[in-house]
């Protein structure tokens, strides 16, 4: 294999993330590494007018799991759904203020968190470094589909 390093340390720096977005929400309920509900939400948060069909591709989710996680979302008030004006069957999914307030906890305790450990310039240079990354990595997912 020619590129096994690089394979293993993708592999590691995943399991690294997904330590590093270890965060306890218990006003929301949300209490695992980077949840599904989170996932979901941010998603939604970048995306206008987010399918269930976007959601499902993007995180290999049955449809009636991610149906089921969308109603409890609903439910909670963190996303509302739409429907499309033309065509009924088509549903969007938007994030509301509290799916919004939400993610900014999320993101407020993964701040708390990382200060704790790192310096400030330690995080300026990490957010020029994931930005480079994230610019590969798009282009390596794009080639992809």
């Known amino acids: 294999m020619k ?3 690089l394979c293993r340390q993708i592999v590691n720096l995943r399991l690294l993330l997904e330590n590093l977005c270890e965060n306890k929400i ?8 980077l949840s599904m509900k989170i996932k979901v939400l941010f998603y939604i948060s970048e995306t206008v007018n987010c399918t269930p069909s976007m959601l499902i591709e993007k995180f290999c989710i049955a449809k009636s799991n991610l149906a089921v996680l969308c109603k ?6 963190h996303i509302i759904s739409t429907k499309n004006e033309k065509d009924k069957r088509n549903i969007f999914y938007n994030i509301t203020n509290s799916g919004t307030e939400i993610l900014n906890n999320y993101y407020l305790l993964s701040e708390e968190n990382i200060t704790k450990i790192i310096t400030e310039k330690d995080i300026r240079f990490l957010e020029r470094r994931i930005d480079e990354l994230t610019t590969i990595l798009l282009k390596l997912c794009s080639k992809k589909k």
Not at 27 to 32: E, T, V
């Open 26 to 33: 218990e006003s929301c309920n949300i209490n695992n590494q």
């Open 72 to 77: 409890i979302l609903i439910k909670e008030g």
């Open 3 to 5: 590129h096994l390093k």
